[in-house]
């Protein structure tokens, strides 16, 4: 190899070097502000990713799915869910990658959730809340009988 070559190649590979960095560091950073992404910012995100799939479903299908389309979705989700965790406990036979599926399958399902009760006009957060402090106070209770 000549040296001006061998200069290009060297620059080429610290180039790339580089670049590969530069890509991994993003990634970090997404994943981090992803851990610190509370509760109002995933609404709001989930809103704005399912206004980009009514646009998709009015351009494919003339209209925007329904409540209950929307729910039946949810349900074929959660159904998943559950047979994914099968096949991660062994129990049942699955084709693929069965962890980072599970993982999008639960994530999903939380956006479908969030999804559904915005469509419904009950606030997530305050459902949530709700039902957080109504069962500590029952199994509390319990716990003191």
Same mark, same amino acid.
């Given at each position: 190899?000549?040296?001006?070559?061998?200069?290009?190649?060297?620059?080429?590979?610290?180039?790339?070097?580089?670049?590969?960095?530069?890509?991994?560091?993003?990634?970090?950073?997404?994943?981090?502000?992803?851990?610190?992404?509370?509760?109002?910012?995933?609404?709001?995100?989930?809103?704005?990713?399912?206004?980009?799939?009514?646009?998709?479903?009015?351009?494919?299908?003339?209209?925007?799915?329904?409540?209950?389309?929307?729910?039946?979705?949810?349900?074929?989700?959660?159904?998943?869910?559950?047979?994914?965790?099968?096949?991660?406990?062994?129990?049942?036979?699955? *084709?693929?990658?069965?962890?980072?599926? %599970? /993982?999008?399958? #639960?994530?999903?399902?939380?956006?479908? !959730?969030?999804?559904? &009760?915005?469509?419904? *006009?009950?606030?997530?957060?305050?459902? %949530? /809340?709700?039902? #957080?402090?109504?069962?500590?106070?029952? !199994?509390?209770?319990? &716990?003191?009988?």
């Amino acid at each position: 190899m000549t040296a001006s070559r061998l200069v290009n190649h060297n620059m080429m590979t610290i180039l790339k070097y580089n670049f590969t960095k530069r890509i991994i560091d993003i990634y970090r950073k997404k994943r981090e502000q992803m851990k610190d992404m509370n509760f109002s910012e995933a609404v709001e995100r989930s809103v704005q990713i399912r206004k980009l799939y009514h646009h998709l479903e009015r351009r494919f299908h003339g209209e925007e799915w329904t409540i209950e389309e929307d729910a039946l979705a949810f349900l074929t989700d959660a159904g998943l869910v559950g047979r994914l965790t099968m096949s991660k406990q062994g129990r049942w036979l699955a *084709d693929g990658e069965t962890d980072s599926e %599970l /993982e999008h399958k #639960l994530g999903e399902c939380i956006w479908w !959730l969030i999804i559904l &009760a915005k469509r419904m *006009d009950i606030d997530i957060s305050e459902a %949530l /809340e709700k039902f #957080l402090s109504k069962t500590e106070n029952q !199994l509390r209770d319990s &716990a003191n009988e």
